[in-house]
């Protein structure tokens, strides 16, 4: 299983970055794939959940309304569009799926 995810970076507040995670060594199509973030000195949060097909999706209170999950299996990627970002979406982004994880993609929302 190898998960890479790219998109992070520095941004300010108020402002969008697009999250992507490139999959392979498993049934990318037939996984249910998962974001999950870590602030610093902070525990590994569940961001947001996107099934199979992409129908059915799930986003921690805290991002609802602002982040979007989306994937595209023939390309066997996921993503994460985050918008309206505050300084407390600062953390490491991580996707998981496979019962593999990426190696993060850090996320700083600063003025």
């Known amino acids: 299983v190898q998960l890479v995810e790219s998109g992070g970076g520095l941004v300010q507040p108020g402002g969008s970055l697009t999250l992507a995670c490139v999959a392979s060594?498993?049934?990318?199509?037939?996984?249910?794939m998962s974001w999950y973030r870590q602030a610093p000195g902070k525990g590994r949060e569940l961001v947001a959940v996107?099934?199979?097909?992409?129908?059915?999706?799930y986003y921690a209170d805290s991002v609802k309304g602002r982040f979007t999950i989306s994937r595209d299996n023939a390309k066997n990627t996921m993503y994460l569009q985050m918008n309206s970002l505050k300084s407390e979406d600062t953390a490491v982004y991580y996707c998981s799926g496979g019962n593999g994880w990426g190696q993060g993609t850090q996320v700083t929302v600063s003025s």
């Open positions: 996107i099934n199979t097909f992409g129908h059915s999706t």
């Open positions: 060594g498993f049934a990318f199509s037939s996984s249910g």
